[in-house]
């Protein structure tokens, strides 16, 4: 079938209601929006969304968040696997893309190497993640918590926040911007967000929570479902009243809503990429870039998690050694 329409894209994933919303139409709209170019393909068994960047000259980078897109198993292991590759690469280098950028779905150790790609030391998503189970009542899932972080949620509720669902992003945004600039991280623009949010709940697959304490914001996060899966993708809270406890509360209330319409995990989505003995030791005296986040995601009683990835498959040497180049004078890697 090779190169599809967005229609018939949509139709395919249909089938594989556990793809990742990475792989989803609305995740390459809201991608098209802001300098990207989905481009869909199905051979067999297999499909893939590959987003394509465009560079000086002509050249392109070519993406694919979490795919791609196949049976349970490896997508290696599938028997389109070959005739699916080819026409990827057809695609890329009818494109002039300097190369391709794999991050798969699915956790190391349960993916072997895609072959003819490279390791890589660039991901654009975070490669480590910690992984919620709902499954069981929430009485369970509060007891695989963290003492402290149930401890929390219970006095947050006990001193009067409350959490509601919203629709206007601007109070998400307004947070977002303080946590940002005393973080010191960077962000998506305000219509990033507003677009995100449009886009999924219109498909029914984001919800967008604030807890509040008198009328006032404290934190907010927007999370996405799609089949059993869900993801916390973007938070943000506020310095007033941190005493309440606020961001612990939200959370809870986002994890009883996935839970609610059957979802089995919830993805905290981001971590230091480092193992669980270096995070449990560094934790409490970083907090530098992702681990200062560590130290809350831990509490909700996951498993760390990683992807096996990234992979690169190089179509332009010359002009992909200066993206290495470029990446070691950035410090990427190290």
């Known amino acids: 079938m090779a190169v599809v329409d967005r229609s018939t894209w949509r139709e395919f994933l249909a089938g594989y209601p556990q793809a990742h919303i990475m792989q989803t139409p609305a995740w390459g709209e809201l991608k098209s929006s802001f300098g990207w170019k989905p481009v869909w393909i199905i051979q067999g068994s297999l499909g893939v969304q590959v987003l394509f960047q465009d560079l000086p000259l002509s050249y392109r980078v070519a993406y694919i968040p979490r795919g791609p897109v ?5 997508p290696v292991d599938q028997p389109d696997w070959t005739d699916f590759q080819e026409e990827l690469d057809w695609v890329c280098r009818e494109r002039k893309a300097v190369f391709l950028k794999v991050e798969p779905d699915g956790w190391e150790g349960n993916l072997p190497v895609f072959p003819g790609y490279q390791p890589s030391i660039h991901s654009i998503q975070p490669p480590r993640t910690i ?13 695989r918590m963290k003492s402290k972080t149930r401890y929390n949620i219970r006095l947050a509720a006990r001193k009067g926040v409350s959490v509601r669902l919203i629709t206007d992003v601007e109070p998400f945004y307004s947070l977002l911007e303080g946590t940002a600039e005393r973080a010191e991280f960077g962000i998506h623009t305000r219509e990033y967000y507003r677009r995100a949010y449009e886009l ?24 996405f479902t799609r089949g059993e899966r869900s993801w ?13 406890m606020a961001p612990y509360l939200v959370q809870w209330e986002a ?4 839970k609610g319409r059957g979802c089995t995990s919830y993805d905290l989505w981001g971590v230091p990429d480092e193992d669980l003995e270096t995070l449990e030791a560094g934790f409490s005296r970083r907090s530098d870039g992702l681990w200062g986040v560590y130290r809350f995601k831990r509490g909700f009683g996951g498993r760390l998690l990683r992807s096996p990835g990234p992979w690169d498959r190089v179509y332009r040497p010359g002009l992909y050694g200066l993206y290495l180049l470029r990446n070691r004078l950035a410090g990427v890697g190290e």
Not at 255 to 258: N, T
Request: hydrophobic letters at 45%; aromatic letters at 12%.
């Open 131 to 143: 992984l919620v189970s709902l499954e069981g009542t929430e009485e369970q899932i509060l007891g």
């Open 70 to 74: 196949a049976p349970p198993g490896s």
């Open 255 to 258: 994890l009883r809503w996935v």
């Open 200 to 223: 999924f709940q219109a498909e029914g697959e984001c919800a967008l929570f604030l807890a509040e304490y008198e009328g006032v914001g404290l934190a907010s996060i927007m999370v």
């Open 232 to 244: 916390y993708f973007y938070g943000a809270s506020s310095r007033l009243h941190h005493e309440l």
